[in-house]
């Protein structure tokens, strides 16, 4: 009887970038505003010779400008430097500035030199007859006064005294520009020299006896260097909480180990899985040559195709990128180039097996002491993943909170006294969600106490949108029959023995023990100790936003109800026809004292009957709207 009672009442319920180490010849191109473009990117590779004025680059950007007297370097040390940066896979635009076709540097010129990471200028003997070289060192050191470029100077066969006391070939040619030029371009390049001088370099002939092929290993390693620090991934500067959950990884970390290590991040959204990710990648970032950090992977295949992630990665790991036409094929390349490779990859923001499988399928797709770090929100990612390491990230304790909060609403560790009631309130509403605390604290600051007052009462009922959009991306994932075990929990039975509901999902067919399993590996519940469901405060309130969106101004007309007044006022305001009220039935099964709990659905208002150990069958009492 009670089962076709639960039935009848659920059926009335529920609802890249391409990379070629090519030598282009191209005419010089004066049209570009010198100033204008965009950063440098670490994981294409492009590799250009300049001859004839300046090279084109066709929208890419340089890691390193050389700048060099052809005719003193051009064949020898400058050669030897080029082809060991293009080895080391470095964007280098290699100057030859004995060849020009105008009279003044090009506005691509000086946009490459602009957007390069580190000038590098390999100031010989003649360096200085050239005005094209004065020119680009006078444009570099512009560079590096205004927009913190490095300049690493070479002092090739010359000291750095001479710059500063010019005798003999210099002097003569800062004469010679003078009497061309005039004498406040002499002047100023003569200070430019000067400069220079002062900067820290190498002086040829005092490293390694003047053996240039040891110089110019030393001048690949210091650039190496620079753009490791560049180029690291980048994280809020407001980071609280963030050392102890990296130092704990870190010491997981085993370099002796003889394999692949993948470690595994995973967490709610908006718990803070990407930074603490991004901080163990640079932590990590020294340690290898070859590096790739591959973000947003769901949302990105969501919105188009696992492959072109595919090509970023191997674009990233080998220097150039490959004509890549389907997964399939993007998996045999990873697996044949990057064996030899010993990597270190972030893949960030993981639900789908199936890009797992297309990524990183397999520890052995990798050499020995690569580093494979994933980010989920599905711990059953790293089950089938095979995660040697599996860090859950909760979140913030009250007083970590309220430093994080206090850092974006004041710019200092802990609010003044006259905002500290508030502010303990506002980060009660956030359960300790990383991402809520930022964007509720950035929002507050520098706002009137009336403007706080009106959040911290909105909060008490809704949650903020932006959190709720990244919450919800979790809910959506979810299959229907997952997303109404959600919402019950989230509007009734958080605290509650998943063991009582567990009897209205299984005579619903919802398969309640996988669905729980799916929302706990997904981190929107967890079973406590005691077997209770246990829901974060924020989940809670984007549940039962769901439902009250279903329509916010007929409560009879929402799939459920949880506050006891608006459901008196459904029973008061709707006539209703009694389906049961055999509560005597419901003593043979549990002979418990209860207490009523309220729930609206659809046109159906279930009531349930329970006790604080167990619930007794949820049927025992069903009001059905007329």
């Known amino acids: 009887m009670w089962g076709v009672f639960l039935d009848l009442f659920y059926c009335l319920c529920r609802l890249c970038s391409s990379n070629s180490l090519e030598m282009e010849r191209n005419e010089p191109t004066y049209s570009e505003d010198p100033d204008s473009g965009a950063s440098s990117s670490w994981s294409s590779p492009l590799v250009g010779d300049y001859e004839g004025g300046t090279k084109k680059t066709e929208g890419k950007d340089y890691e390193v400008f050389l700048?060099?007297?052809?005719?003193?370097?051009?064949?020898?040390?400058?050669?030897?430097?080029?082809?060991?940066?293009?080895?080391?896979?470095?964007?280098?635009?290699?100057?030859?500035?004995?060849?020009?076709?105008?009279?003044?540097?090009?506005?691509?010129?000086?946009?490459?030199?602009?957007?390069?990471?580190?000038?590098?200028?390999?100031?010989?003997?003649?360096?200085?007859?050239?005005?094209?070289?004065?020119?680009?060192?006078?444009h570099m050191l512009k560079c590096k006064r205004n927009g913190g470029q490095t300049v690493l100077p070479i002092f090739y066969k010359v000291e750095p005294s001479q710059l500063r006391n010019p005798s003999g070939r210099l002097r003569d040619a800062i004469k010679a520009h003078k009497k061309k030029l005039g004498n406040i371009v002499a002047k100023e390049w003569e200070q430019v020299l000067k400069e220079v001088s002062c900067l820290k370099g190498w002086e040829s002939e005092k490293v390694e006896n003047g053996h240039e092929g040891a110089l110019a290993k030393i001048v690949v390693g210091k650039v190496m260097h620079e753009l490791r620090r560049l180029f690291q991934l980048n994280v809020p500067e407001l980071l609280v909480g963030i050392d102890d959950p990296v130092e704990h990884i870190m010491s997981k970390i085993d370099a002796t180990f003889n394999g692949t290590w993948i470690i595994g991040i995973y967490g709610m959204g908006g718990i803070g899985k990407t930074t603490l990710a991004k901080v163990l990648y640079n932590k990590l970032f020294s340690r290898f040559e070859d590096r790739s950090f591959v973000a947003n992977i769901r949302e990105t295949c969501n919105h188009g195709s696992i492959i072109c992630l595919q090509k970023q990665l191997i674009s990233d790991i080998i220097g150039k990128s490959l004509d890549v036409s389907n997964a399939d094929q993007g998996i045999t390349v990873i697996k044949s180039r990057f064996k030899s490779k010993k990597?270190?990859?972030?893949?960030?923001?993981?639900?789908?097996?199936?890009?797992?499988?297309?990524?990183?399928?397999?520890?052995?797709?990798?050499?020995?002491?690569?580093?494979?770090?994933?980010?989920?929100?599905?711990?059953?990612?790293?089950?089938?993943?095979?995660?040697?390491?599996?860090?859950?990230?909760?979140?913030?304790?009250?007083?970590?909170?309220?430093?994080?909060?206090?850092?974006?609403?004041?710019?200092?560790?802990?609010?003044?006294?006259?905002?500290?009631?508030?502010?303990?309130?506002?980060?009660?509403?956030?359960?300790?969600?990383?991402?809520?605390?930022?964007?509720?604290?950035?929002?507050?600051?520098?706002?009137?106490?009336?403007?706080?007052?009106?959040?911290?009462?909105?909060?008490?009922?809704k949650p903020e949108k932006r959190v709720q959009e990244t919450l919800k991306m979790s809910y959506d994932a979810l299959e229907n029959e997952e997303q109404q075990t959600f919402l019950d929990i989230a509007c009734f039975f958080i605290g509650s023995s998943k063991e009582g509901p567990t009897y209205m999902w299984d005579a619903c067919d919802f398969f309640p023990e996988k669905g729980i399993e799916v929302l706990s590996l997904m981190s929107l519940i967890k079973i406590d100790e005691d077997g209770n469901l246990m829901m974060h405060d924020q989940l809670r309130d984007l549940g039962r936003e769901i439902v009250h969106l279903e329509n916010e101004k007929e409560p009879q007309k929402r799939s459920r109800l949880w506050i006891i007044e608006e459901a008196k006022e459904v029973i008061r305001n709707n006539k209703v026809r009694i389906l049961s009220t055999s509560l005597s039935e419901c003593e043979p099964i549990f002979s418990f004292m209860f207490e009523i709990k309220i729930i609206v659905n659809l046109e159906s208002l279930k009531l349930v009957a329970s006790t604080g150990k167990r619930a007794l069958p949820i049927n025992c009492l069903i009001v059905v709207f007329s």
């Open 67 to 138: 700048s060099f007297r052809g005719k003193d370097t051009r064949k020898g040390f400058t050669d030897y430097l080029y082809t060991s940066l293009v080895d080391a896979r470095v964007h280098v635009f290699r100057d030859d500035n004995e060849l020009r076709v105008g009279e003044e540097i090009g506005p691509e010129l000086l946009r490459n030199i602009t957007q390069s990471k580190i000038s590098i200028p390999i100031i010989s003997e003649d360096y200085a007859s050239s005005k094209w070289c004065l020119r680009e060192l006078a």
């Open 343 to 461: 990597i270190l990859v972030l893949l960030d923001d993981m639900d789908d097996i199936t890009h797992l499988n297309a990524l990183a399928g397999d520890h052995n797709w990798f050499k020995a002491g690569s580093i494979v770090i994933i980010t989920t929100r599905n711990k059953r990612i790293l089950d089938e993943a095979r995660a040697d390491y599996m860090y859950p990230l909760n979140e913030l304790s009250s007083d970590k909170s309220l430093i994080l909060f206090s850092r974006h609403a004041f710019r200092k560790d802990s609010p003044p006294s006259d905002y500290e009631v508030t502010s303990r309130d506002v980060v009660l509403t956030t359960g300790g969600l990383p991402l809520a605390l930022e964007i509720i604290g950035s929002f507050l600051c520098g706002k009137t106490k009336k403007v706080w007052k009106d959040t911290l009462k909105k909060l008490k009922k």
